[in-house]
T-cell receptor, first 112, second 117 residues
């Protein structure tokens, strides 16, 4: 079955440390890939997206993600985390304009 | 300002009492969608629409109805709400293709928190 997995339910990092959030998908072909962020009590904001081309994509707030076809992964990274990055992060796939599937989310806590 | 609006933002109702949550977008997007968000499950798609009069089921359509009579509006209807439909609901819209406008980026409404007693 088609699915999106985010293996880490909750991650805690210290401010200034690097961050990597994992995302794997199971689709026959490469779907369109997205990362969204949801701050507490807020709606969802797009961080970045991948459709084709360069497998390393840059997003807002200093985030980047790398698409690896061989691993069916689209991991999100940030070199230095800020306290304001504490939020919930969702990986999502667009099945070519039909249904849209989110992963279960990873909650990020940032220690001062 | 480009936006997706939802109403109401908060709703408390009782089992079996029909309700409608409205969703409207002002970006002329073809694609609209409804999601519910539950702890530990992320967002799950309820229904989506690729254009006027074209709707299709997402992953969790049971107990919900939608209609798309106009491009800008996509209401979510709960004919007979039950407590297991207590959730946070998001409406979203996007262009239909990667080459148009924001390239399939979904814009989300602020959410509607529903409690069914």
């Amino acid at each position: 079955a088609q699915s999106v997995t985010q293996p880490d339910i909750h991650i805690t990092v210290s401010e200034g440390a690097s961050l990597e959030l994992r995302c794997n998908y199971s689709y026959g072909a490469t779907p369109y890939l997205f990362w969204y962020v949801q701050s507490p009590g807020q709606g969802l904001q797009l961080l970045l997206k991948y459709f084709s081309g360069d497998t390393l994509v840059q997003g807002i707030k200093g985030f980047e993600a790398e698409f690896k076809r061989s691993q069916s992964s689209f991991n999100l990274r940030k070199p230095s985390v800020h306290w304001s990055d504490a939020a919930e992060y969702f990986c999502a796939v667009d099945n070519y304009g039909q249904n849209f599937v989110f992963g279960p989310g990873t909650r990020l806590s940032v220690l001062p | 300002e480009a936006q997706v609006t939802q109403n109401p933002r908060y709703l408390i109702t009782v089992t079996g009492k029909k309700l409608t949550v409205t969703c409207s977008q002002n970006m002329n997007h073809e694609y609209m969608s409804w999601y519910r968000q539950d702890p530990g499950l992320g967002l799950r798609q309820i229904y989506y629409s690729m254009n006027v009069e074209v709707t299709d089921k997402g992953d969790v359509p049971e107990g919900y109805k939608v209609s798309r009579k106009e491009k800008r509006n996509f209401p979510l209807i709960l004919e007979s709400p039950s407590p297991n439909q207590t959730s946070l609901y998001f409406c979203a819209s996007s262009p239909l293709t990667v080459t148009s406008g924001s390239g399939k980026t979904q814009y989300f409404g602020p959410g509607t928190r529903l409690l069914v007693l």
